[in-house]
Structure formats: structure tokens, C-alpha cells
């Protein structure tokens, strides 16, 4: 009865494991070829696309805000912000950061709810371009096999430089060029230290956080941000004291 027992589950053990692998070699064969990412800018992405339907089921007309930079285009500053704020360790991680990851597990698990995300600019880029805002364990899979395609086809600035084009900031407006002359009426190369941590702010919450306004959240990323481009010295105390008064 016992060797029985064991074969029945030593037969489920292995079905389970052929029907993973299946399932996992049907998804990666339908990966996008990112390759092209290497000379070629998307003229549109899955978000965008998502963001227009869902206005015209509501009966709502979306314009589409995006105009591309080059990566040189976009002030040191503002890049330095970004990465403090979504992916600290981008430029060391090859698409997934697996201690920021672990720890958002542990945290979620303890919560019993999503309260703590863990994707690194990569994986951002990899949803924003192909997939959607569905938090299912499905796309989850396909953002990190995307993600690690994406590093190995692309060097790193230039995903960052898609990834700033890309991103949302609010309705219909998508990238770093779009939402300096939406917001601030002028091209991202202008931004004062300020309208750059705005900016960045805005990022985590682009439909509920407009970055002109002194919201209660923009507030509170906007000191965090400051607070760490001043530990790492990316700005100075004078730099720090003039932009903070624009947050109180």
C-alpha cells in the first residue's frame, strides 16, 4: 500500500514538474524579440495602447503625449533621482534585484496584500512596453523573462533612455520630454532641481499624483528624494535648502 502511495505521488511530483516546464517553454516561445530595441525606438507601447482603450470604453478621448530624447538629453540630475527612487542598484543588477525582491515577498506575505513592489527599472520598462498593469502571476513571469532579454540584448543606458520615454507621468502623458513641456511648459533639459524631483515623485503614482500639485504623497517623495540625493552628494546643502522650500 505504501510503495503504491509513493508511486502515485512520485507520478504526480514528475507530471507536475513536465506540465511547469511546458508551461514555462509555451510562454518564453511568445517572448517579444527586443533585439530591435537596439537601433529602433517603439513607436507606441502596451501601456499606452492599454490607457487608450480603457478611455474609450469609459467614453473618453485620450491624446498621447510622447516625444523621444536622447539618453544626453535628459539632465544628470534627473537620472540620478529616477534611480534613487525606483532602482538604486540598476546598474548592478542584470534586470531582477533579488534581495529587493525577497524582501517584497516577506513583507507582502506578512501584510497579506500587495504593499510593497520590488521591480527594478528593467522589469518597469518590460511591462510598460509589451505587457500590462495586471498583477497576475503570468505577467509576472513574462516581465522577468522579458527583463533578462533586455539585458542581454541592450547595454544599460540604453534601457534607461527607453525607459525614460516610456514612463508614465499621467493621463495620455508618457516619458520624461512629454511631461516637462505638459507640467512645466518647458523641454526636460531646462528643469530646475525642483520640477525634477516633481517629476520623479510622480513616477510611483502617475494617475493619482500630478506633479505641479503639493499633495500630501508629493510632499513625502519629494523630501525622500531630496533627502537621498543630498546623503549621496549628488547635490549640495544650498541645492538641498532651495529645493526642499518648494515642498513645504
Known amino acids: 500500500m505504501r510503495s503504491q502511495l509513493k508511486k502515485v505521488v512520485l507520478a504526480l511530483a514528475v507530471g507536475s514538474f513536465i506540465l511547469g516546464i511546458g508551461y514555462c517553454s509555451y510562454i518564453y516561445l511568445g517572448l517579444p524579440n527586443v533585439a530591435v530595441l537596439q537601433s529602433q525606438n517603439p513607436r507606441t507601447t502596451a501601456l499606452m495602447v492599454q490607457r487608450y482603450r480603457q478611455a474609450k470604453k469609459a467614453g473618453n478621448d485620450l491624446i498621447i503625449r510622447q516625444q523621444w530624447v536622447s ?78 532579454r533586455l539585458e542581454k540584448s541592450l547595454d544599460k543606458n540604453r534601457i534607461f533612455q527607453l525607459y525614460l520615454n516610456v514612463i508614465e507621468f499621467g493621463p495620455g502623458v508618457f516619458g520624461v520630454q512629454a511631461a516637462s513641456h505638459y507640467f512645466f511648459q518647458k523641454s526636460v533639459g531646462q528643469l530646475n532641481l525642483a520640477e525634477i524631483v516633481r517629476l520623479t515623485a510622480a513616477i510611483p503614482k502617475p494617475l493619482q499624483v500630478n506633479a505641479t500639485r503639493n499633495s500630501r504623497w508629493l510632499k513625502w517623495k519629494a523630501r525622500w528624494i531630496l533627502d537621498n540625493l543630498r546623503k549621496y552628494k549628488y547635490i549640495d546643502q544650498m541645492q538641498y535648502r532651495a529645493a526642499n522650500a518648494a515642498f513645504q
Open 71 to 148: 539618453f544626453e538629453g535628459v539632465p544628470k540630475l534627473l537620472k540620478q533621482a529616477v534611480r534613487i527612487s525606483e532602482d538604486a542598484g540598476f546598474y548592478n543588477h542584470q534586470g531582477v534585484d533579488f534581495s529587493e525582491l525577497k524582501a517584497a515577498i516577506k513583507i507582502n506575505w506578512q501584510k497579506g496584500a500587495y504593499v510593497r513592489g520590488a521591480s527594478t527599472i528593467t522589469q518597469q520598462l518590460a511591462k510598460n512596453l509589451y505587457l500590462s498593469t495586471d498583477k497576475t502571476i503570468t505577467r509576472k513571469i513574462k516581465e522577468l523573462l522579458i527583463a533578462r
